[in-house]
């Protein structure tokens, strides 16, 4: 297979944040809570985000279909633009 010039994923990702969680430190503050199931804030958290929320589940290969589709109906630009 040649070089593709579409993205791609080269790095491990997780999961993105869920909702309203409060940006990046927030997100950071869950994780840190669902770690720790004897933390304060475990249960409302954990029922929060939900049971079966796992920060590590991600589809790379999911990703990476999805990304090359969206070059692939990508169209070159018309004319002189820049």
Not at 23 to 29: A, K, V
Not at 43 to 48: A, C, D, I, K, Q
Not at 53 to 60: H, L, Q, V
Not at 73 to 78: C, F, G, S
Request: glycine share 8%.
């Amino acid at each position: 297979m040649g070089a593709c010039s579409c993205p791609a994923l080269f790095q491990r990702i997780v999961r993105c944040p869920p909702e309203d969680c409060g940006g990046p430190g927030g997100y950071e503050e869950l994780l840190a809570v669902l770690r720790d199931p004897d933390h304060e804030d475990y249960e409302h958290l954990s029922e929060w985000a939900g049971k079966d929320f796992d920060s590590e589940k991600f589809d790379a290969d999911k990703t990476d279909r999805m990304l090359r589709n969206i070059k692939s109906n990508l169209r070159e630009p018309k004319g002189n633009w820049m």
